[in-house]
């Protein structure tokens, strides 16, 4: 630094102390200014922090025109402006000399200033603050633009709050109103914290428990020796006595008339009976028992006490089951035994003497079986009673009758219709009776009988025109009797010899009502002696069957079929059929040849279908 900037900083500095006490500087007439401009000490370090970094700058005299501190302003304006910063500076000085100093900058200022010297300048003079800030220990300094503040390192903690001078104050909790404490106690504030006191105040010789409860004081426990030698402390409410100590005799002796010794009592001669009906021997101090036989003395309870054999010999007194009783023991059986005559071992017991089975009954060890006659069975609840069996209402029941069944005590027994009827040898089954052999039909001269299943029919056949019939009319139709018609033409009856229809026959079936109808039933076979496998032009035939009427519910189906090289027509029963019915199925067999139909047979099979299955 040049020898006029410390010149100049030396005439500031004295000028700053020579005025008035060192508080203030006055300008009387500069510019028509005539306040009081203040310049704190952090001005004059700033002025020479500013010196020193820039250098001296050329000092006009205005003692002439200005007083010695207006002039001090201007020429800190006209060193700004020499130096290139800017004038409006945030230097800490009075406002009235901030005015000044701005004032004599502005005058001349040239347009481009340089502005990195304004800023180092500003951070130099900002940091200086914190350097020489009073912030207090635990404080750290936080630098502010042009100023600084001090902040606590570490918070209040529970308790405390921070006040606006940046200091702990404590919390009154009780005058706040956040303390917890109950409608029993009065809230006393500590510092960081508060305590509840109870409203109620214990006596001597008790103690406040947490909830405000008044607790008597053992004096006796929490004191050492509260009484003297010889006595004892008793403890009381609130308080303790001390009472002199008497003689004590232990178990088993008691004082002397004079109070003065413990002698031994004989427990042996005292109201009490000490051993309960045993023998009671008297010993110093105390006594002891002789146990009559299935008792042992307890040494510790000092009487007599049952012995529990079937514990101590399990399995060793009694062959089932041991019962203990007082002084001794007793043995007994389970169910279906008896007790021996040695009163340990059992026996069996033969329960059937007692007759407990309504029919049959059965010893056997250690129990008895009950058992029921044919036709009965014996009860699920009590095992002994046997009811009769409804074999009519049993799952197979409707197979045990070909009809009805009817129970009966122990059995049952079957019947059949009232009429064509008859019950078979086995008891169950019915058999049809043939009216026809038995000569109970009503059928005339003229009239065949047909046995039906259940019935008979009386039946009669005439032959159509230009047909005969082939035999005699019989009494009795048998199912495989056929009743023929064959073609008989008059002389030059050309048109009888046309008709290709060479027989018209009838035949016969009884059928039951099939109750379980599972697959097709061949019924009637129509035979024909017409080879199969022939050749036309060897003069060779074949058969057509067809069913032309009476097939009632399509029941009914016909099939051809070779049997021993011939052609057989079989009509079978394809569905069931509901009886009583009966219907003529009107078959036809037609010969077939390479020229056409050479001829045609009829067959009529009358069919009647019975009410019952059997």
Request: aromatic letters at 8%.
């Amino acid at each position: 630094m040049n020898r006029k900037a410390i010149q100049a900083l030396q005439n500031i500095i004295t000028n700053y102390n020579n005025e008035e006490g060192n508080k203030s500087l006055y300008c009387k007439s500069c510019s028509g200014f005539s306040t009081t401009i203040v310049f704190i000490h952090f001005s004059f370090i700033i002025v020479i922090i500013f010196f020193l970094y820039f250098g001296m700058p050329r000092l006009p005299s205005c003692l002439s025109c200005f007083s010695r501190m207006c002039c001090d302003c201007c020429l800190l304006g006209k060193a700004t402006q020499e130096q290139g910063l800017p004038c409006d500076h945030n230097l800490s000085v009075g406002y009235q000399c901030g005015l000044v100093s701005r004032a004599c900058c502005v005058d001349g200022a040239p347009d481009n200033q340089t502005t990195a010297k304004t800023e180092s300048f500003l951070h130099l003079t900002d940091s200086i603050f914190c350097e020489g800030s009073n912030c207090r220990g635990g404080e750290r300094c936080i630098n502010t633009e042009g100023s600084f503040r001090c902040q606590r390192e570490v918070s209040c903690g529970t308790g405390y709050e921070l006040t606006d001078n940046n200091n702990c104050k404590d919390i009154d909790e009780c005058e706040s109103g956040i303390h917890n404490c109950g409608p029993e106690f009065e809230c006393q504030n500590t510092q960081g914290s508060f305590r509840c006191l109870p409203k109620v105040k214990c006596g001597a010789g008790f103690i406040q428990d947490a909830l405000g409860n008044c607790i008597d004081i053992n004096e006796c426990v929490s004191q050492t020796s509260p009484c003297h030698r010889g006595q004892i402390c008793i403890n009381t409410v609130g308080s303790y006595i001390c009472q002199r100590n008497s003689v004590n005799c232990g178990r088993g002796y008691h004082l002397n008339e004079e109070g003065t010794r413990c002698v031994d009592i004989d427990e042996c001669k005292g109201p009490e009976r000490v051993c309960a009906g045993h023998g009671c021997i008297n010993l110093i101090g105390s006594y002891r028992c002789e146990c009559e036989t299935g008792y042992i003395f307890n040494s510790i309870s000092r009487v007599c006490e049952d012995i529990n054999e079937c514990r101590h010999y399990p399995g060793r007194l009694c062959a089932h089951k041991c019962e203990n009783t007082l002084g001794s023991y007793q043995c007994s059986c389970t169910t279906g035994f008896k007790l021996a005559a040695d009163g340990r071992n059992c026996d069996d017991l033969n329960e059937c003497e007692s007759n407990p089975c309504s029919q049959e009954c059965a010893n056997v060890y250690g129990s008895y079986q009950c058992y029921c006659r044919r036709g009965y069975q014996l009860s699920d609840i009590d095992g002994m009673t046997c009811e009769d069996i409804d074999e009519c209402a049993l799952p197979t029941g409707g197979h045990i009758c070909s009809y009805r069944c009817h129970n009966t005590p122990g059995s049952f027994h079957c019947s059949c219709p009232v009429s064509g009827y008859t019950l078979a040898p086995n008891g169950r089954s019915c058999q049809d009776i043939d009216e026809c052999v038995t000569g109970t039909h009503t059928c005339t001269v003229n009239q065949s009988c047909f046995n039906v299943q259940g019935g008979f029919r009386c039946l009669s056949f005439e032959c159509p025109n230009n047909y005969r019939r082939v035999g005699e009319t019989v009494v009795r139709l048998e199912r495989s009797d056929t009743i023929r018609c064959i073609k008989s033409c008059q002389p030059n009856d050309v048109a009888c010899v046309l008709d290709p229809m060479h027989s018209v026959s009838h035949s016969f079936i009884s059928l039951p009502t099939f109750r379980e109808f599972t697959k097709p039933e061949e019924i009637v076979f129509l035979r024909t002696t017409v080879p199969a496998y022939g050749s036309y032009h060897l003069g060779s035939y074949d058969v057509k069957f067809d069913i032309l009427e009476g097939n009632v519910e399509n029941a009914f189906d016909i099939i051809k079929r070779v049997e021993n090289g011939m052609y057989v027509g079989v009509v079978r029963q394809v569905k069931s059929l509901i009886g009583p019915l009966t219907t003529v199925l009107k078959l036809s067999t037609r010969n077939l040849t390479t020229q056409g139909d050479s001829g045609q047979n009829i067959i009529n099979v009358h069919v009647f279908v019975s009410e019952f299955w059997f």
